[in-house]
């Protein structure tokens, strides 16, 4: 079955770089769309960045050259990378297919403290 499991988050401090990583299966996971979503608290969740099978990414403007999204088509892995954070940026981050939404993973928090 699909499943999709994130992993990687953690506690820092403002200024701070973090990766997260989600680790895709049960789907051809070369020929979709992905996407880092995220969730704040009494926040609806929404998407971060995304990229497609080849490898263009498109970011929200708030993460702009902070974050870099990557995949591994090889290892149906999906990455982001996190740079300067900020506390507003402390959320639950998720992967998904932006095109084709799945069930959701558990997601991995992120917090960062200022």
């Known amino acids: 079955q699909v499943q999709l499991v994130e992993s990687g988050g953690g506690l820092v401090q403002t200024g701070d770089s973090l990766s997260v990583s989600c680790v895709a299966s049960?789907?051809?996971?070369?020929?979709?769309?992905m996407g880092w979503y995220r969730q704040a608290p009494g926040k609806e969740r929404e998407l971060v960045a995304s990229?497609?099978?080849?490898?263009?990414?498109y970011y929200r403007d708030y993460v702009k050259g902070r974050f870099t999204i990557s995949r591994d088509n090889a290892k149906n892995t999906l990455y982001l990378q996190m740079n300067s954070l900020k506390p507003e940026d402390t959320a639950v981050y998720y992967c998904?297919?932006?095109?084709?939404?799945?069930?959701w993973g558990q997601g991995t928090q992120v917090t960062v403290s200022s």
């Open positions: 998904n297919r932006p095109n084709a939404l799945v069930s």
């Open positions: 049960g789907f051809p996971f070369s020929n979709y769309i």
């Open positions: 990229i497609t099978s080849g490898g263009d990414p």
